[in-house]
């Protein structure tokens, strides 16, 4: 931890941390965040959270006026159950005796610089000038547990983080039935909440409903962050559009089960929360240990939706993200799932590799189908956990096909193709030589049965022997072979457990196993992916910088789906490529310039279809389709995305990146169906300087003031039209 800096007298009222008696403020640029001590009860009454105050609002609602409901007008920090308070719990802890009751009261506080590390989590990181931290120690004298709450606040970014740590005081253990990272009752008021909500190849759709009387919740209780909701929960006003109004967005820093709850008590108060899912915790604290949660990121914006994702956007770029790669632009790559899917040897490798290098594509990757000797993987009843490659399929083994490879020089560049490969390492087959050997290291209840899905069965990653497999056997692989990209999968859900805090312990061994690997390999880019995109989360953004976002590669579908995760995750941190058309997924047909105009707009461009199988003509334009990715590449790694018209609202989606500095900016337009006498409707720009002049392609010259306020209008043609359009200021 950082030095103690005790705010001084005279300290202006809008410092980053501000403490007047048992009063707290959290000051960004622009939002304030304060809550104090209740004298009477010793408990953590909310004041406000939104945008910049300088003293607490007043509030007559803090002591009940009239009713029996002791706790249920207040606005409470970290309400706990069994005193009154009827609503929601943050905390709720059984006893040795198996008592629920607890009450937490504040005990003291900290201020320190910087922020304090827990190494066994990901999260936020900053230095001294970046990011402040206010500890508050409470304690329950019922349980005799003892909690921190850990706040730190990047002003910069209008962003609280807070994390809770539980620690057992008592002789004797208790039980840790839920800890939410985050919990904050808000004024009574009509509000929507917005999740992420989806499935397999349609993974994180915008959800917004109206926040009603009662608890409105979602979560996940599949092991990982899932593709079912992501661990995100937006409030917002209800008047709020995507660019004004108030939003506050709450992002959970973790991958395993989650649960954001949003409830509005009979008096109109709405207490929002997330966390680890409380049905898989049931957390065993001896004494004397901690328990430390997951890290959530508050953020919020009266720039509506758009300002509240541009500054998610901003702080996980600058300080989530530990990647060398986070403001690099990603090379153009080709995979070879959807080109050959288990049909991968030496000979098809080549024959590819050679038709990507020559047009132009920089890193070529080898995804499933290459390993396994006994059990050789020829399609996905086999070979999980043996990370050697297959040799009949690669009878000079990796190596020889990694050579010939990273040898082929790239069209139109003097850079020699890089080689990236593909793994599941969490996972193993019962047909395997690893679980032969090892069936006691797979997830199970007891000796009950071990439900398979895709054939496989998952490891336990709360098990060191597991972690300290996976990392020896990963480390072998990448130091025998010149890989520069490793794409890691996660392709089934945890069924059978052998208790509940082995989630919890599962996703505390995933981490140890990550950070150890991408510490070991800082130079190979990481890139995590689940089924698709169901691991699509800021506890993996920590060690990976990018996520592939969907198995669903259809231009249609692929706006909504970079559209959503946009919400909270930058652009830069997503994967997608071109695949064939048909699509393997929707079956639909698309052009390739669309379907790439569509790719182009997200972190890491590619190629997943054998260009041999196209006609001639699509197959000439690939190298400008792949150096137009490469052009906007710099300014979608680290730019601002403003989305201008959305998916959901209509036949012409658009969005715009406008590049730091500002000098530069992509739009990227579309038109989902043709139109027929009917005017297109005019597009405003967003982002821009008004008085600036900006150069677009044609070489037309126009100023931000007449791009934002006039607007341009676009004649597509035809369904599946698309515009990529690139501007320079002048
Ligand atoms: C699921 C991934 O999402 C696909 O891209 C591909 O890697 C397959 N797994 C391979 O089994």
Known sequence: MGSIAYPQPGDSLLRPIVVDGKSFALNGKNISYRFHVDETTGDLLSDHFGGLVTENPIIPGTTPSSGWSMNGSFRREFPESGKGDFRNPAVYIKHHEGFTVSHFRFQSYKVFDGKPDFPEMPATFGNVDEVKTLVVSMYDAYSDVAADLVYSVFAEHDAIVRRVVLTNKSAKPVTIEKVASFSVDIPAAEYDMVCLRGEWSRERAELRRKVEYGMQSFGSTTGYSSHHYNPFLGITSSKTTESSGDAWGYSLVYTGSFAAEVEKSPHGLVRTSIGMNQYQLSWDLQPGKTLVSPECVAVYSSSGIGGMSRNFHRLYRQHLIKSVFVSEPRPP??????????????????????????????????????????????????????????????????????????????????????????????????????????????????????????????????????????????????????????????????????????????????????????????????????????????????????????????????????????????????????????????????????????????????????????????????????????????????GDLWRLRLPGEGNHPAAMVVSRDGSQAVLFAYQLLSTVMHEIPVLKLQGLEAMERYKIDNGAIYSGATLMNGGIQIAFEGDCDSRVMCLERQ
């Open 333 to 638: 790559l080709l995979n070879s799932w959807e080109c050959l899917y288990y049909g991968v040897n030496e000979r098809t490798i080549e024959k590819l590799a050679v038709t990507a290098a020559g047009l132009g594509v920089k890193l070529f990757v080898l995804d499933d189908g290459w390993f396994g000797d006994k059990y050789p993987r020829i399609n996905d009843k086999a070979g999980l956990g043996d990370w050697k490659a297959n040799p009949d399929k690669f009878p000079n083994g990796l190596n020889r096909v990694v050579d010939k490879v990273t040898k082929l020089s790239v069209a139109g560049s003097s850079k020699r193709l890089q080689f990236g490969i593909w793994v599941e390492p969490e996972m193993v087959n019962p047909k395997s030589e690893l679980y032969a050997e090892h069936p006691n290291w797979v997830m199970s209840a007891g000796l009950h049965d071990r439900s398979e899905t895709r054939n496989q069965l998952v490891l336990n990653l709360a098990l060191p022997e597991v972690q300290d497999f996976i990392i020896s056997s990963m480390t072998t692989l990448l130091q025998g072979n010149a890989i520069t990209y490793v794409k890691w999968d996660h392709n089934r859900a945890i069924h059978e457990n052998s208790a509940p805090q082995n989630y919890h312990a599962y996703i505390l061994g995933l981490y140890k196993v990550f950070d150890t690997l991408t510490t070991r390999f800082p130079d190979i880019l990481w890139e995590g992916c689940a089924s698709g995109g169901g691991r699509f989360d800021p506890g993996v953004l920590q060690y990976f910088p990018q996520v592939w976002a969907s198995d669903n590669m259809d231009g249609i579908d692929r706006i909504s789906i970079h559209f959503g995760t946009s919400i909270v995750y930058p652009l830069s941190s997503v994967g997608a490529h071109v695949g064939a058309s048909p699509s393997h997924v929707t079956k639909r047909t698309q052009s390739l310039k669309f379907r790439a105009h569509v790719a182009m707009m997200s972190g890491s461009f590619g190629l997943e279809l054998d260009p041999e199988t196209l006609d001639e003509a699509e197959k000439k334009m690939i190298p400008d389709l792949i150096s137009l990715a490469e052009r906007v590449n710099p300014i979608i790694i680290t």
